[in-house]
């Protein structure tokens, strides 16, 4: 298929638009709720008009449910661009595209180019191509515009199109939706829409129903075919012969993300029945990761891990030992100060390193033998490592202070809001981890321009719960959190 060359500064405003497109109605995830005076709006998602052989999908909408809009309003409230819309006629992508437009080189006029005919919602596309000459299979970008007046649509959206890129078209206008690919593309594009749409596939609905309210934004993914397209994939991606999604939402004070992973070339796992404890670390826990069933995980599925990445266990460790180690139960943590000092590069108060590990296992002795393996002597910063063996209990540590808090584990975290906001579900999750930003902000508020410094300083932590992966299905949730 031949391929249209664009000259560079076409090029340009092409990736420019696209970045500005995509900014406008992003960015409104965070203050697009106070333009109330948009009104309440339902209908078709973007996936109604874009091809239904599409691998990757994903999609932005303004106008999402009111207690969404409440929400993201609030956790965006200290935001200089939130105060703008609060203060404007409530038009929030008139507020955006005067944030973006002066980084555009485009002759478009929002009241009379835009405004007339842009919805709320936008949907990205990659469909695999017919060309498949090359090692990767060729890709195909479709967009969906949502158009609030059709007729106008027709007349402005080719005329702005034409100003970004002469390669690009409008294939059709399909449930409310202006569908924008290349010239090139625009036959075999119009072919798969007349086979049906993404909103009919049955995998594709069944996995963005599972998520519940989409929120301000969701993606979607066939993961084996769009790893099999792109080097740029993560190999880890190609293991799953299934399909990936997820949304974003917003509820008291907590950006979330949930998603859900199907077709994981993974044994299932198997409940230990032996509950999270990152609850009992000190309350002032850093960041903490706790796995259950680790080590049965571990056994189950080393034999076609090792296969498939060519991988082995050296130095003398063995499957039963790692498992051991890995155990029914892993929690591992460090403290707010190491977590400042190694991530923030911050030693303002640094008194050492504080990182250790509980385990919960059925032989404390082969799990002992394979920490000696696994980390000698050595913290991996020069600090000696302390072990105890304890019941069913093998414990691990930078020195033997904190040995003794993940040994007792009465330190009060399960006590702190940061904790149980990013975390609610940390007792019944098979998969927990967490991080107290707080101990970063510092660092953070130096890496944003001052307009932002107050949003970010109220970042308290991220948190993610997972559950146990059972017939390749697994499902999670991040969590953002602020004060």
Do not use: C, H
Not at 274 to 293: E, K, R, Y
């Amino acid at each position: 298929m031949p391929q249209v060359s664009v000259a560079p500064k076409k090029r340009r405003k092409w990736v420019l638009v696209l970045v500005g497109v995509l900014a406008l109605l992003l960015i409104g995830g965070g203050v697009a709720i106070a333009g109330m005076k948009l009104g309440w709006f339902s209908g078709p998602q973007p996936s109604s008009a874009l091809p239904g052989n599409a691998v990757a999908y994903f999609q932005v909408d303004l106008n999402p449910s009111p207690n969404q809009k409440l929400a993201a309003l609030d956790y965006f409230k200290e935001l200089p661009q939130t105060g703008s819309v609060t203060q404007s006629s409530g038009d929030v992508k008139k507020v955006l595209w005067g944030m973006v437009s002066p980084r555009l080189d485009l002759d478009v006029n929002y009241e009379t180019d835009l405004k007339p005919w842009l919805g709320d919602r936008i949907g990205i596309a990659i469909l695999p191509s017919a060309n498949t000459s090359q090692r990767y299979a060729s890709k195909i970008a479709v967009g969906a515009l949502q158009v609030t007046n059709e007729a106008v649509a027709k007349e402005q959206l080719p005329r702005l199109l034409k100003d970004i890129s002469s390669a690009l078209e409008v294939v059709t206008i399909k449930n409310g939706y202006a569908v924008v690919t290349t010239t090139d593309d625009a036959d075999e594009v119009s072919s798969q829409l007349a086979k049906g749409v993404l909103a009919q596939d049955p995998n594709f609905s069944s996995d963005m129903g599972s998520l519940g309210d989409l929120g301000w934004a969701a993606g979607w993914s066939d993961t084996s075919t769009l790893a099999s397209m792109s080097w740029m994939v993560p190999s880890v991606v190609g293991q799953m012969d299934g399909q990936a999604a997820f949304a974003v939402r917003f509820s008291d004070g907590v950006l979330e993300i949930p998603g859900i992973f199907r077709g994981i070339d993974l044994e299932d796992s198997t409940s230990s029945g032996v509950v999270a404890d990152l609850g009992g670390l000190p309350s002032d826990t850093g960041a903490a990761l706790s796995i259950q069933g680790a080590g049965d995980l571990f056994t189950k599925n080393w034999p076609r891990i090792s296969k498939k990445s060519g991988a082995s266990l050296q130095n003398g460790l063995t499957v039963d030992g790692v498992a051991a180690f890995l155990g029914n139960r892993i929690t591992a943590s460090a403290s707010a100060g190491t977590v400042r000092a190694r991530l923030g590069n911050d030693y303002s108060d640094y008194s050492g390193l504080e990182v250790g590990a509980r385990v919960t296992t059925s032989s404390t002795g082969s799990a002992q033998s394979a920490a000696e393996v696994m980390f000698g002597n050595s913290g991996g910063y020069g600090e000696a490592l302390v072990d105890r063996r304890d019941g069913d209990q093998y414990l691990l540590a930078s020195s033997s202070n904190y040995l003794n808090e993940v040994s007792t584990m009465t330190g009060g975290l399960g006590g702190e809001m940061k904790f149980t906001k990013a975390v609610p579900d940390w007792r019944q999750s098979p998969v927990v981890g967490y991080l107290d930003l707080t101990s970063l902000t510092q660092v953070m508020t130096r890496q944003v321009p001052s307009r932002y410094q107050n949003f970010v300083s109220r970042l308290q932590s991220v948190g993610f719960t997972g559950s146990a992966i059972q017939a390749g299905k697994m499902t999670w949730t991040i969590r953002l959190v602020r004060s």
